[in-house]
């Protein structure tokens, strides 16, 4: 009986070895992905008021992997509009965020930015620079 609790005992710890080798993307890891929102100041008829600002408090979403269109993970942004998405594995992530829109193009009066962002080894840090959005 002792002989059989050591094999299935071996057994679970190879399986259990082999199944965590393969690492995909999303957290666990020791990467990061940053980057700032910075809002441009637009009144309700669309015209832009010369005014731009750090977007505080902005929503920003990240997909893990490709081929996906809803987001697994979301954060807002700092007072100073910098967001860091942290303890990512390598791969290949989407970045998005909304604005506002004015005409035709829209959605509820939003539309999409999207930025790709590829992490390819462990402890990198993606900065995908300032996303300008319509506010």
């Known amino acids: 009986m002792m002989v059989n609790k050591t094999i299935l005992f071996s057994f679970l710890s190879i399986c259990l ?8 993307e999303g957290t666990g890891g020791s990467s990061t992905i940053k980057g700032k929102i910075t809002a441009l100041d637009y009144n309700g008829a669309g015209v ?3 005014n731009k600002y750090d977007a505080m408090d ?3 979403f990240i997909i ?6 809803t987001h697994d993970d ?4 700092s007072y100073d509009g910098s967001f860091e998405f942290k303890y990512l594995e390598k ?13 035709g ?3 509820a009066g939003m539309s999409v930015i999207i930025k790709q962002a590829t992490i390819s080894k462990k402890k990198e840090v993606v900065d995908i620079g300032t996303i300008e959005i319509i506010d």
């Not at 979301?74 to 942004?77: C, F, S």
């Not at 791969?91 to 005409?103: A, D, H, L, M, Q």
């Open 91 to 103: 791969g290949t992530y989407t970045i998005y965020t909304y604005e506002k829109c004015f005409g």
């Open 64 to 69: 893990y992997g490709e081929g996906k269109t």
């Open 48 to 50: 832009y008021q010369n």
């Open 105 to 107: 193009n829209c959605d």
């Open 17 to 24: 070895v082999f199944s965590s080798c393969k690492k995909v």
């Open 58 to 60: 902005h929503k920003v």
């Open 74 to 77: 979301k954060i807002e942004t």
